[in-house]
């Protein structure tokens, strides 16, 4: 634990990483656990709160009775909700825009075989560089 004025704080890493104030090591698991909670806008079910491989399951137990002390560091699992939310948004947007990259590719490929058609047979626009639909209609049309 790191101290800092009348506050007592306890070395927390994994899921957050940094360390979680708290009055004393009087405070309880289920106090550390809220602090966690609040700053990573968990769940209280969605984190595990190890300490030396164990899990410290029991929010009533003070700090000190479950072994939290000067050199301790509580490894903190789990993700919070709003977080795997965003991932989630965030994957699917990802997918999306990889979906019109494959779309828009597509398309410039066949506007530069259309051009390349347009330029071997004489039928183009005279070079005007638009395009006015298919590649069967604009030859039909010249």
Known sequence: MVSMSDKVGVKVAGAISGVVYLPSLE?????????????????????????????????QKK??????????KVLVIGRSTAASSEMATAEAKQRQLQKLKRVLDSMAKRDAQVRRTEGCSGHG?????SFQGSPNRAASHG
């Open 125 to 129: 626009s005279g070079g005007s560089g």
């Open 63 to 72: 700090l000190s009775a479950v072994g939290i002390n000067a050199n301790s």
């Open 27 to 59: 405070s309880t698991v289920f106090e550390l656990r809220k602090e966690i909670e609040n700053l990573l806008g968990a769940s209280p079910d969605s984190l595990k709160l190890l300490l030396g491989g164990r899990n410290l399951q029991d929010n």
